[in-house]
């Protein structure tokens, strides 16, 4: 907010944007992501986690894309927009927009889109749930489902946790709301955005670069068009599986968490924050609104079906899985 009060009212020389690193920020930023992430939480989270994470990821990628298209929006704006509503947010976008060769324009308005509905998110999602009754866990699984960012997120399923103990109907602790988050969003979901690059990449050259006609891949391409701080994340995910493997969960979140884990999401924290800063101080309002309402409508339908589906998927198929959720 900060910046976009900064660059829109008070103004500043065009000059000065080289100097906001926004893409220097959020790969570290991504780069520190995967380091809080140790490849056993994955087996830790269970079946359950991974698959209901795997189901929202294609089909509202699947819904704003095709939304995209039938709105005559790019290819790769679609892709860069159902991304950021499929996996990690303004992240993902990032990823994608490079991994497609998007316009310099197309990652900004995914990104304003992602942040206003994650602000959106923060306040709809725990009130929902408050309305509906929702156990602690439930409600955490379906905070994770449906926010788009993982502050935001955090801050809804932290507001929720709080709720239980003190408001009669509520069930469960706050920290099954907190921990059922965790594993749909920070571990089920944005664990995708590796997965979305690479095969977008490919799809891109192969595909939208050719009228549709069809080439055969070049391996150097894809290697460029890949976001290469995604394999950072990989490579500090594995580091920290590795120091964290003799541990057991309990002992993991005893131990390792405050003493590994903790210090290096506030890193990651200042890297957002920074990045943000540097988002407000290069979008300029005006620019922005020149990409029309078609955007947002593709992206709209994807938040309409993600709610939709977290809340089916997190409250009836697999309620009993996120009832019973402990550490």
Not at 47 to 59: E, Y
Not at 175 to 199: E, Y
Not at 239 to 256: C, E, G, M, P, R
Request: include cysteine.
């Amino acid at each position: 907010m900060l910046g976009l009060f900064i660059t829109n009212l008070i103004g500043q020389p065009r000059f000065f944007d080289a100097g906001f690193r926004v893409e220097f920020y959020i790969k570290t930023g991504i780069v520190l992501l995967g380091a809080t992430l140790p490849l056993t939480l994955m087996v830790w989270a269970g079946p359950v986690a991974i698959l209901q994470a795997s189901i929202v990821s294609v089909v509202t990628f699947g819904v704003i894309y095709w939304a995209g298209v039938r709105l005559d929006l790019d290819r790769r704006l679609a892709a860069t927009l159902g991304a950021g509503g499929a996996v990690c947010g303004v992240s993902a976008a990032i990823a994608v927009a490079a991994a497609v060769g998007a316009k310099r324009e197309h990652a900004p308005i995914a990104i304003t889109i992602v942040v206003l509905w994650a602000i959106v998110m923060i306040f709809a999602l725990p009130l929902a749930s408050r309305a509906l009754q929702l156990h602690a866990g439930v409600a955490g699984a379906w905070i994770g489902t449906s926010e788009f960012a993982d502050a935001a997120g955090f801050a809804a399923a932290e507001a929720y946790g709080n709720l239980t103990g003190r408001v009669e109907g509520i069930a469960g602790t706050a920290d099954q709301t907190i921990w059922a988050f965790t594993l749909m969003k920070v571990v089920g979901r944005d664990v995708w955005i590796g997965v979305w690059a690479f095969v977008l990449a490919i799809i891109s050259i192969t595909r939208w670069e050719t009228g549709g006609g069809g080439r055969k891949a070049d391996p150097a391409e894809i290697w460029r068009r890949f976001p290469k701080f995604v394999i950072g994340f990989l490579i500090a995910s594995v580091i920290v599986t590795l120091a964290a493997s003799q541990y057991s969960l309990a002992d993991f979140n005893k131990i390792v968490n405050p003493a590994l884990v903790a210090p290096i999401k506030d890193l990651r924290t200042w890297a957002f924050i920074f990045c943000f800063l540097s988002i407000g101080l290069t979008a300029r309002v005006r620019e922005l609104a020149q990409a029309g309402t078609k955007p947002f409508l593709a992206f709209s339908s994807g938040v309409v079906v993600n709610v939709i589906l977290g809340f089916v998927l997190s409250a009836i198929v697999f309620a009993s899985h996120w009832e019973n959720l402990t550490r």
